[in-house]
């Protein structure tokens, strides 16, 4: 993920839990708790692969931001997406904001862990240590999608990759003005099949003074192309505004 603290924020949750629990805790559990907070530190450096959705296909802040005055909004059947990225190693996941429920969600993750490894006979450091890799394995999907409440007007979902290795073959480079970003690429396709709509639910022509143009380039390029949205309309955001 480029934006390291987003991340970051979804592993603090975890270690502040964490680290109320490890006060009362005793034995094999309080080892376990003890180790957890190194190896958040650790894993806080993965490499981890998101796609951002929203459910709002036009909302003002999303133009403001992401277009220049003559983007697009492509909407997606969720069904399909959900099904050709799992073919990728991707799964999609809708984005928690409320802070509550966001601690709520990862306590209750780490007490069915706990309950499992007070299940197991006592271990030792390297027990715990291992231990530790299991729990945070499976927690980091959450942690991608536990973001700041500041953002909630997005309602943002989002395709999470698994954990990739830096020796990962399937990940490429693409360099901006700033930086080189890594990505993996989810083919919007079945067994080398493209489906004629690619997926597209609908395509939203964003604020701009060239609205007419721009719809009638979109549905060129999709006839040329052989896709087939459901439908090509308008964004109902006022261009003034952005």
Same mark, same amino acid.
């Given at each position: 993920?480029?934006?390291?603290?987003?991340?970051?924020?979804? %592993?603090?949750?975890?270690?502040?839990?964490?680290?109320?629990r490890a006060q009362t805790a005793a034995g094999t559990t309080k080892l376990f708790l003890e180790t957890l907070p190194t190896r958040v530190a650790q894993f806080s450096n993965i490499n981890l692969f998101a796609a951002s959705f929203t459910e709002d296909g036009d909302l003002l802040s999303q133009w403001r931001g992401y277009s220049q005055g003559g983007g697009a909004s492509i909407g997606f059947d969720t069904a399909q997406l959900k099904?050709?990225?799992?073919?990728?190693?991707?799964?999609?996941?809708?984005?928690?904001?409320?802070?509550? %429920?966001?601690?709520?969600? @990862?306590?209750?993750?780490?007490?069915?862990?706990?309950?499992?490894?007070?299940?197991?006979?006592?271990?030792?450091?390297?027990? @715990?240590?291992?231990?530790?890799?299991?729990?945070?394995?499976?927690?980091?999907?959450?942690?991608?999608?536990?973001?700041?409440? @500041?953002?909630?007007?997005?309602?943002?979902?989002?395709?999470?990759?698994?954990?990739?290795?830096?020796?990962?073959?399937?990940?490429?480079?693409?360099?901006?003005?700033?930086?080189?970003?890594?990505?993996?690429?989810?083919?919007?396709?079945?067994?080398?099949?493209?489906?004629?709509? %690619?997926?597209?639910?609908?395509?939203?022509?964003?604020?701009?003074?060239?609205?007419?143009?721009?719809?009638?380039?979109?549905?060129?390029?999709?006839?040329?192309?052989?896709?087939?949205?459901?439908?090509?309309?308008?964004?109902?955001?006022?261009?003034? %505004?952005?």
């Amino acid at each position: 993920m480029n934006d390291a603290n987003e991340f970051k924020h979804g %592993l603090a949750i975890l270690g502040e839990i964490v680290k109320v629990r490890a006060q009362t805790a005793a034995g094999t559990t309080k080892l376990f708790l003890e180790t957890l907070p190194t190896r958040v530190a650790q894993f806080s450096n993965i490499n981890l692969f998101a796609a951002s959705f929203t459910e709002d296909g036009d909302l003002l802040s999303q133009w403001r931001g992401y277009s220049q005055g003559g983007g697009a909004s492509i909407g997606f059947d969720t069904a399909q997406l959900k099904y050709l990225a799992s073919l990728a190693g991707f799964d999609l996941i809708k984005c928690i904001y409320n802070d509550e %429920l966001k601690r709520e969600i @990862a306590g209750e993750f780490l007490d069915r862990k706990l309950g499992h490894l007070g299940k197991e006979a006592g271990i030792d450091t390297r027990g @715990a240590y291992f231990a530790a890799n299991g729990l945070l394995w499976e927690y980091y999907q959450l942690a991608a999608c536990f973001k700041d409440s @500041a953002f909630s007007e997005e309602n943002e979902w989002r395709l999470v990759s698994k954990i990739a290795a830096n020796t990962n073959g399937a990940i490429s480079f693409r360099a901006t003005s700033s930086m080189l970003i890594p990505y993996l690429e989810i083919p919007l396709s079945q067994d080398g099949q493209v489906q004629p709509s %690619l997926g597209f639910d609908r395509i939203t022509i964003g604020p701009s003074s060239h609205k007419e143009l721009i719809e009638n380039a979109f549905v060129m390029l999709c006839e040329r192309g052989g896709i087939l949205p459901k439908h090509i309309g308008k964004s109902q955001s006022p261009y003034r %505004l952005l």
